[in-house]
């Protein structure tokens, strides 16, 4: 099991869609760790709050390290990413989150049409340490970082990075944080894995569609579990297994997590569909990671306590 790191020299050119066809910056052994810089959101252009996304963003967002291959990893494999540690890293303030026209959860967009004006374009630099977020003189935020984007190659297509959906891609799952494992299907040899987009906080749903995006140094584990072919993400914590579903509308999204949790505790925890489908009606949870991308973000839960 070897440590590699891949820093923001070595990963060169970032890549805003998540597919087989860019060259893998990283080869490594199933058991390997690495420890990866990202970048936030906005690849760094919002350098303070008189850059407004309007006049300083490219026609890429969401950056996305990558693509790492595993060694062995071959179509019907799952890929394991645990998620060792997240360090913020950077200049203060290196926090941003900001309010963008037309996007949103309170706002018209492009897939929700409306008659209003935008809503004002308001940029936020926050001081982040793994202490917290300094919002205001009153108002610290909890240091509770995660990654925002992560995922593997669709066997085909290659998919903006701001898509989440079967491969993962832009989830906002808080759940996706140290100490968990998200498992991805493989589709491609290698896996092809993608990550960036980290947040120091968020809440459910990202309502304005910007969290406190950070640049990291986010250091990874990543393993292969053969003969494991997953049609959607699936996370496993030291107290839950979750399962997640990336749809519009929200509902399907919902549905789609909670059928495949139905199904893997048919499949691996020896339940009958209908029993499992009773039980989760009783005591699953629902997470919902974001409520303004392309495609919404819901994760499905239950306690292993159950299980």
């Known amino acids: 099991m070897t440590a590699h790191e891949l820093t923001a020299a070595k990963q060169g050119e970032y890549h805003y869609t998540v597919g087989p066809y860019a060259e893998p910056v990283l080869e490594i052994e199933p058991g390997d760790t690495v420890a990866v810089e990202t970048e936030d959101a906005f690849e760094g252009a919002i350098e303070t709050e008189d850059d407004l996304p309007s006049e300083v963003l490219g026609e890429g967002h969401n950056p996305q390290n990558g693509p790492i291959t595993v060694a062995g990893a071959t ?10 540690r997240i360090e913020p890293r950077g200049p203060q303030p290196r926090g941003t989150t900001c309010t963008v026209p037309y996007f949103g959860g309170l706002s018209a967009t ?7 004006d935008p809503l004002p374009e308001i940029v936020k630099k926050l001081r ?6 300094v919002w205001d003189d009153d108002i610290t935020i909890p240091y509770e970082p995660f990654v ?6 669709p066997r085909i297509d290659s998919v903006n990075a701001l898509t989440p959906f079967k491969h993962g891609g ?3 799952l ?3 944080r140290p100490g968990n494992t998200i498992y991805l299907p493989v589709e491609v040899e290698g896996g092809y894995l993608y990550l960036g987009d980290c947040h120091a906080a968020q809440g459910d749903g990202e309502l304005c569609g910007v969290a406190i995006e950070i640049p990291t140094t986010t250091t990874i ?4 579990v053969e003969d494991w072919d997953l049609e959607w993400p699936r996370l496993e914590s030291e107290d839950f297994v979750m399962s997640v579903g990336s749809a519009r509308p929200m509902e399907d999204a919902a549905r789609t997590a909670y059928a495949d949790l139905v199904a893997w505790l048919a499949d691996d925890y020896g339940f009958d569909e209908m029993e499992a489908y009773m039980l989760l009606t009783q005591v699953g949870q629902v997470r919902l990671g974001n409520m303004v991308d392309p495609n919404y973000t819901v994760g499905a839960g239950i ?3 159950y299980l």
């Open 110 to 116: 492009d897939r929700t049409a409306m008659l209003h």
């Open 148 to 153: 925002g984007t992560i995922g593997t190659s």
């Open 174 to 176: 808080p759940d996706v």
């Open 303 to 305: 306690d292993k306590s």
């Open 75 to 84: 179509p019907g494999d799952a890929l394991a990413v645990t998620i060792e």
């Open 170 to 172: 832009n989830m906002d």
């Open 128 to 133: 982040v340490t793994t202490e917290g977020t």
């Open 221 to 224: 584990t990543v393993d292969v």
